[in-house]
């Protein structure tokens, strides 16, 4: 481990210059106009896995983004992790709400990051987060102790619902067969509060369409007398939760787990300030589901959000106008049980139903993803709790959080692998969002704690 601390010392300023460099290029997979970006960032990271010391490294066509692969096997006996990330990137917009350029990455300090932090999209999701990994392989190959056979899988399209990854693994089972996976593209509850992911929220997302009158008309010749597709559109919206604030779907909760009083005790150990979580919003108070506390809310219980709606007049001034249609994206953020396809089909049904007449409804479902809960008390969790405790001096919190990474489960079905999601993130480090940003410190810290997890996994496995 000394020796490790020393190469990583000796070589940070490098190891972040590099890591600079991959988040200059734009890998936005939601947006056809980068494909070469994309297509660059996979060629990239193959380089950095072969400079780091894969043996093999492939960029494997899939029908979308390929996949980055590489494999480097130090003795057959001993166990395999898989290492899985991705190299895509959200979108940055809104543009004019960053202090710097998204993909211009600078090293600025903030309170939470008194050792500074890199600004840029993709600097935690998942770039900074994978290339850790990528790094951390490099000590090991450069420090003598590799513990652990491994393969990299870097995908690119994670941010727009990893379909081709499905793919991809279905086709390529005996080249994927390892031991474990492990993955950095959670977070954790603070840089002196390690924890360790041990669930994930599924999804359903669906867009809707309500259509009223054939075509935009006066809204004082026809005010009242017909239908306004973005009135009724915002009365069937308002009306998916009650008063307070369940999901009025029926059937949506039937197969939600209901944790015992015994696991929400376990849950409410995790040191937690409301009042901190309210100031970092700008927010008088907090919302959602009567009887569950904030934590629960966003972790343990399913949820429906409306996260983008349309229709009408938005330009500037007054035009007045009732719209022929009216648009909503929504996602539901689903809990171990839930089905993604049963909950859009639930949701398809009912949305349907509350229309009147006087509108025409379409739902089409997009991508979606299965929840995912890991035990405590698999090798792979105790190895990755033994390399946080090594390196943060304290043994990681297990928590569930309220992401989604579909793939997690995809991995359980067809590897009939469990995942460990070992993060370095901080909710404060606004992924998808403005200013995206990641600690130096979880940067290094990450590099330090994955060589850790190789060690006590392989001693475990023994
Ligand atoms: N890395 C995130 C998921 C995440 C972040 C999980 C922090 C837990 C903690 C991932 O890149 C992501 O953004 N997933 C999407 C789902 C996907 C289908 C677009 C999400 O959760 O919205
Ligand atoms: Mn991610
Ligand atoms: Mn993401």
């Not at 190469?7 to 300023?13: A, R």
Request: charged content about 25%; glycine content about 8%.
């Amino acid at each position: 481990m000394k020796e490790q601390k020393k190469y990583i010392q000796e070589n940070k300023d490098r190891f972040l210059e590099e890591l600079k460099d991959l988040l200059r290029i734009p890998s936005i997979s939601a947006d056809s106009s980068y494909k070469d970006d994309v297509m660059k960032t996979a060629e990239a990271v193959a380089e950095k896995l072969k400079e780091a010391g894969a043996e093999k490294t492939e960029i494997c066509a899939t029908p979308g983004y390929p996949i980055v692969y590489g494999e480097k096997t130090v003795n057959p006996e001993l166990p395999t992790v898989l290492v899985y990330g991705h190299y895509d990137v959200q979108p940055p917009d809104p543009l004019d709400l960053w202090h710097s350029d998204p993909f211009e990455p600078v090293i600025k300090k903030t309170d939470i990051h008194p050792e500074g932090a890199i600004f840029a999209r993709g600097a935690c999701d998942d770039k900074g987060q994978m290339f850790m990994h990528v790094k951390a392989f490099e000590v090991m190959n450069q420090t003598n102790s590799l513990a652990c056979n491994v393969k990299f899988m870097i995908e690119g399209e994670e941010e727009v619902g990893s379909e081709n990854l499905g793919w991809f693994v279905e086709r390529n089972k005996e080249k994927l067969a390892a031991d474990v996976i492990l993955i950095s593209d959670t977070g954790m509850l603070a840089n002196d509060t390690p924890s360790i992911t041990t669930g994930l929220r599924g999804l359903s997302y669906v867009e809707v369409k309500v259509t009223g009158p054939n075509r935009d008309l006066h809204s004082g010749l026809y005010g009242g007398a017909v239908a306004n597709p973005i009135n009724i559109l915002t009365q069937m919206i308002a009306s998916l939760h009650d008063e307070n604030n369940y999901i009025t779907i029926p059937g949506f909760y039937d197969d939600v787990e209901e944790l015992s009083e015994e696991e929400r005790a376990e849950m409410a150990k995790a040191p937690f300030s409301l009042e901190d979580y309210k100031k970092a919003l700008d927010l008088k108070d907090v919302w959602g589901e009567k009887g569950y506390v904030t934590m629960e809310r966003n972790s343990i219980r399913p949820t429906l959000d409306i996260n983008g709606i349309w229709g009408g007049y938005t330009g500037e001034g007054a035009k007045t106008v009732i719209a022929s249609e009216a648009f909503a994206k929504i996602s539901m953020r689903l809990v171990p049980h839930q089905d993604s396809k049963k909950i859009t089909g639930l949701f398809t049904q009912h949305f349907k139903s509350i229309a009147p007449d006087s509108v025409k409804v379409e739902v089409t479902p997009h991508h979606g993803g299965e929840p995912y809960v890991s035990p405590t008390d698999s090798p792979g969790y105790q190895a990755a709790s033994k390399a946080m405790e090594d390196t943060f001096g304290k043994k990681p919190i297990p928590v569930r959080s309220g992401g989604s990474i579909p793939i997690v489960a995809l991995f359980e079905k067809e590897l009939g692998l469990k995942s460990i999601l070992m993060g370095f993130g901080l909710d404060s480090d606004a992924i998808h969002s403005p200013n995206e940003h990641y600690g130096v410190f979880n940067f290094i810290r990450g590099i330090e704690t994955i060589p850790q997890f190789y060690r006590h996994f392989a001693e475990l496995k023994k």
